[in-house]
């Protein structure tokens, strides 16, 4: 059974503007984040060195401020498992009828089992790499930009596949998961709690319309 995913692929058109800026009316539907059937249903226990599950995301690792990568560590996966992949959604911010994608990783080996936190960019483990976020593709670790509202929920998703991603997983996020389809052994999440920074500057304000393009 292939995995039925509710329109995120176009929600992460490249160049996205200012994702921050923007809230979904109260009553849109919320998409669901993305699920795979699991091989035997095997829970992987995640957490993240910064926050606990369910609790607020602090803002040095959002991109009100550091933007510093949280750590993330998972438990073992299952017998069989070869590599992990990681990602990291907005259920909350919905554009073009998905939630927002801030990062995954995929190829991480399953020796691996934390990445530390404050990982630089170019510090992920051998042989690992990013996938898409709403940047585009082949993009590090991106934390949340809240906007002014209520808190959007954060799911850091790990998935324990028996397979290696080939290295076409990068250029998309749908190029990603139709490549995990069918190779998941476990699976498990996070989720943190992210807000609007009180001390930010307001946006600035949008330029008039000239006379010319009204």
């Known amino acids: 059974m292939r995995i039925a995913i509710h329109g995120l692929a176009a929600a992460l058109v490249l160049g996205l503007a200012a994702p921050a800026l923007a809230q979904p009316p109260a009553d849109a ?31 040095e690792n959002t991109q009100y401020r550091t933007n510093t990568f949280p750590g993330l560590s998972w438990s073992k996966g299952p017998y069989g498992t070869r590599t992990y992949a990681v990602i990291m959604q907005d259920t909350d911010l919905v554009i073009r ?16 089992t934390k990445l530390a936190a404050g990982m630089a960019p170019d510090a992920k483990p051998a042989g690992s790499a990013y996938g898409q976020n709403y940047k585009g593709a082949s ?13 959007h929920h ?8 028996d397979t290696s991603l080939p290295e076409t997983a990068g250029s998309s996020f749908q190029a990603m998961t139709e490549a995990m389809n069918g190779h998941v052994l476990a699976s498990g999440e996070v989720v943190g709690l992210g807000q609007a920074d009180p001390s930010a500057p307001p946006p600035p ?5 000239s006379p010319a393009s009204k």
Request: no cysteine; net charge positive.
């Open 154 to 161: 954060y799911h850091m998703q790990v998935f324990a596949l």
């Open 29 to 59: 539907a919320q998409p669901a984040i993305v699920k795979f059937p699991a091989k035997g249903g095997a829970v992987l226990k995640v957490s993240v060195d910064a926050f606990k599950d369910g609790a607020d995301i602090p803002f």
């Open 139 to 151: 993009q590090p670790y991106l934390g949340p930009r809240t906007p002014p509202g209520p808190k």
């Open 97 to 112: 009828g998905g939630p927002v994608l801030h990062w995954t990783m995929f190829n991480i080996p399953a020796t691996t």
């Open 205 to 209: 304000p949008r330029p008039a319309a």
